[in-house]
């Protein structure tokens, strides 16, 4: 199983990615060996999370994510 996640970095701004073990990877992007987006933003706090069946299925749904603007990405995470 894979899982879709939404981090809120220290700027405010949001980072979308997937991931098969989630807790590994917040510890990564919070010691600054995640995603080179999220190295000089840190802090990071997991604000959304959507289990996929399939790796295939998280990064396409990571894909449709990305491409939201972010008023779209904000009503997401609020579950509206």
Known sequence: MAVVYILQCADST???????????????????????????RRPV??????????????????AAIRRLPRADKLKLIEGR
């Open 14 to 40: 949001l980072y979308t990615g997937w991931t098969t073990d989630l807790e590994r990877r917040l510890q990564a992007h919070n010691s600054g060996q995640g995603a080179r987006y999220t190295r000089g």
């Open 45 to 62: 706090r997991l604000v959304y999370q959507e289990k996929q069946p399939t790796r295939g299925a998280a990064q396409k749904r990571e």
